[in-house]
């Protein structure tokens, strides 16, 4: 009776979890392993100082105010549908090229000059991270002498300040799939178009040092380099308490109407229902993370290789794990909720081969690929409801 009532209630909701990048299906190696990196960048701290090389050689040193606008950045761009990894990325070597991640004042703007700045630029009337110029329709020089602002100017989409002109990022056809420096000028329009392409390295030493996982709490917390190997692998859910709503892959978002890649997979499950850990390992994040909700990533070690879980979608009062804390296959870590992106009660649940910020893959199979415990049972009870319900 409890999965039948399960298969009911999928039969009329809708439980959509899609990555954030809504692209063509038809793409490079390269842009489809950018692709599925996850779109809901956290930023776990700001460092004093980071120093990396562009893509010629050159060294750049970037100190805690240039860093904290590369978080403002991440942060801001991880909260706007369709953003994405790729956006954040190719908006941080936008910012790097066009003012080295500093809010910039001008002279030709003298009331900017009294505005919280990091210094004079001299382009025009060019303002701001991203030399954005009110003459051309950017908006106020208050607006653009406020970063947060500057940051969704450039992301543009028709929830963007300036939507429809000038064009944000997401205005442009194609971006997802064009080579980032290409996509960084088709907003900037700079008279020197291959300069944004150096920069590539130093972005993405930014977002791999801002957003990193780390061991926050006691001096018991456990270091994410000794997670030891997992003593089994079980199913994140207890038998007989979940239908399969959505699998991974490209599919239309029913929220946005959008094809996008579904990162991970979804299972349908009463409101409460435990969610287990998969395997032995540390909790790397637990709480909110944009539109996964409240979301739990474990990092584990599995045939010797570093693979990292993510549970998304808890209530706050969902999460009964912290960061750094060690845990064991088939603990008890959260409750299936319904936070977030999510239109009904389900688990959304992600393996990530490498670590939390690596791209994800098939978590069903994989899970039948290393013999999770529960799985084949979970599976049989699934079977008996698909002739009565499907998902959307």
């Known amino acids: 009776m409890k999965k039948l009532a399960i298969c009911l209630v999928v039969a009329v909701l809708t439980l959509p979890f899609a990555g954030l990048l809504a692209i063509p299906i038809v793409l490079s190696p390269a842009a489809f392993a950018a692709c599925q990196m996850s779109g809901q960048l956290v930023v776990s701290g700001v460092p004093d100082e980071l120093t990396a090389a562009r893509a010629d050689g050159v060294s750049v ?42 809010m910039l004042a001008n ?8 505005m919280s700045n990091d210094g004079l630029g001299s382009d025009h009337d060019s303002l701001g991270l991203f030399q954005m110029r009110p003459s051309s329709g950017w908006g106020t020089v208050a607006e653009l002498m406020d970063p947060k602002y500057q940051v969704r100017a450039f992301f543009g989409g028709p929830e963007g300040p300036n939507y429809p002109s000038p064009a944000g990022l997401l205005d442009i056809a194609g971006w997802q799939t064009a080579d980032p420096g ?34 926050r709490g006691d001096s018991s917390a456990a ?33 946005t109407g959008k094809r996008a890649l579904h990162a991970g997979t979804d299972y349908a499950a009463a409101d409460g229902t435990p969610i287990l850990a998969i395997a032995d390992g540390v909790v790397s994040w637990a709480g909110p993370a944009g539109l996964y909700g409240q979301l ?16 998304a979608h808890m209530w706050d009062s969902g999460v009964h794990v912290t960061v750094g804390e060690r845990v064991s296959a088939g603990q008890h870590i959260g409750d299936v909720g319904a936070s977030g992106k999510s239109q009904g009660a389900h ?19 994989w899970l039948a690929e290393h013999g999770a415990a529960g799985l084949d049972a979970a599976t049989s009870g699934q079977s008996a409801c698909l002739a009565g319900a499907t998902s959307r």
């Open 347 to 365: 688990l959304h649940f992600e393996i990530r081969p490498g670590g939390s910020f690596e791209p994800s893959v098939d978590a069903e199979r």
């Open 182 to 215: 290409s996509a960084a000028q088709s907003v900037e329009r700079s008279a020197y178009p291959d300069r944004y392409q150096e920069y590539q390295p130093v972005a993405e030493a930014i977002i791999k040092t801002l957003t990193k996982p780390t061991v």
């Open 61 to 102: 040193t970037l100190r805690r105010t240039q860093l904290t606008h590369a978080a403002t950045i991440i942060t801001v761009g991880s909260g706007v549908e369709d953003v994405g990894r790729q956006g954040v990325l190719i908006a941080l070597m936008a910012a790097l090229t066009e003012s080295t991640l500093r």
């Open 107 to 114: 002279a030709a703007h003298p009331e900017s000059l009294n």
């Open 296 to 311: 739990i990533i474990i990092e584990h070690t599995v045939d010797g290789r570093r693979v990292a879980s993510a549970y």
């Open 223 to 255: 270091p994410l380099d000794t997670v030891s190997e997992t003593s089994r692998v079980v199913f994140p859910l207890p038998s007989g308490t979940w239908v399969r709503s959505s699998g991974y892959g490209w599919r239309d978002d029913t929220m």
